[in-house]
């Protein structure tokens, strides 16, 4: 059984951790755990706690990550904070979401799925009656059509909607630009995702580039135009981070640049005009972008 949604998993004991548990859940992605924190897990769902709420956006959390090829580790510290992130999450941002899914699942005049209780954390939605309420008001606004099962297609408005996404950017969407390197994952995970996304309510979106080729190109320009803004963290001095800023900048979005400090002697000449945030650890890293997002981005809330 699934610690975070309760239904059915493959569970197996991870090789490369000592008691800690991997789960591959069709609800909530991959993920491992310790296996103290699945009996932690597992004693929620026996209780009313709010806990037991949170534990659905976690799905959000885990399911997100899986979707992007990673896997994640929770544990007894890193938890809460991470689903607090997806508990968050604006209608708005659902909606927006929502019609994306569909988009990317279905062609005009051909219907795509959303399966109400497996892809209710990709939206993070609470669950099958929060993934209802987001396509009656889909439907009520003309962008879908609803005929009450899972198969949704996008209305001329809907498909407009979406493809018009790509002018100004969707608000409160941040494309985060930054090496993939495993000695920055601490600060991605614990600094700029929980500052934009727990700090700030806004929705970082992160593409890793495991499978680097031009069709992942194509994906990472196209989700840059989506985005209001853009966070480029410069450390390890990747030349993909420089290349997707300059293209953001050229579409006229706000670029925040970070790098940590150790690094910032080697950052590009023509970019040491911009005011970096220099950060030394991923507290003071999601500390110092929380404070520059709320005094430079313009809020959607
Ligand atoms: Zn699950």
Known sequence: MCPLCAHPAQLRDNENAIDTLSVACMTCG????????????????????SEKALLRYLSGYTRHASERGEE????????????????NTSVAT?????????????KPGKSGELDRTIDAPLLDAFDSDEVIF????????????????????????????IQSAGVNGI??????????????KDAYDNGIFLA?????????????????NEKICDKIVAEIRT???????????????YFEAGFAMGLGRQV????????????????????????????????????RIKATIPSTI
Request: a negative charge; glycine letters at 4%.
């Open 72 to 87: 994640i580790f929770l544990d007894v510290d890193n938890w809460n904070e991470f689903a607090t992130a997806h508990a």
């Open 227 to 241: 985005c209001q803004f853009l966070i480029a963290d410069v450390t390890l001095q990747r030349a993909g981070v």
């Open 134 to 161: 987001l396509a009656k008001t889909l439907h009520q606004r003309e962008l879908i059509d609803y005929a009450g099962s899972d198969f949704y297609s996008l209305t001329a408005k809907g498909w407009e909607a």
């Open 256 to 291: 925040i640049w970070t790098c940590r400090d150790d690094d910032l002697k080697n950052v590009h000449f023509d970019t040491r005009q911009y005011n970096h945030i220099v950060w030394k650890e991923p507290g003071d890293l999601r500390m110092q972008l929380a404070d």
């Open 171 to 184: 608000p409160g969407r941040c494309f985060v630009a930054m090496s993939f390197h495993d000695s920055l």
């Open 94 to 106: 659902k909606l927006t979401r929502f019609l994306e899914i569909i988009a990317a699942r279905s």
């Open 30 to 49: 991959k993920f491992s755990l310790p296996g103290l924190l699945f009996f932690t897990f597992f004693d929620f769902h026996n209780s009313e706690s």
């Open 196 to 212: 934009v996304k727990n700090d700030c309510k806004m929705d970082p979106i992160r593409i890793d580039r495991v499978h680097h």
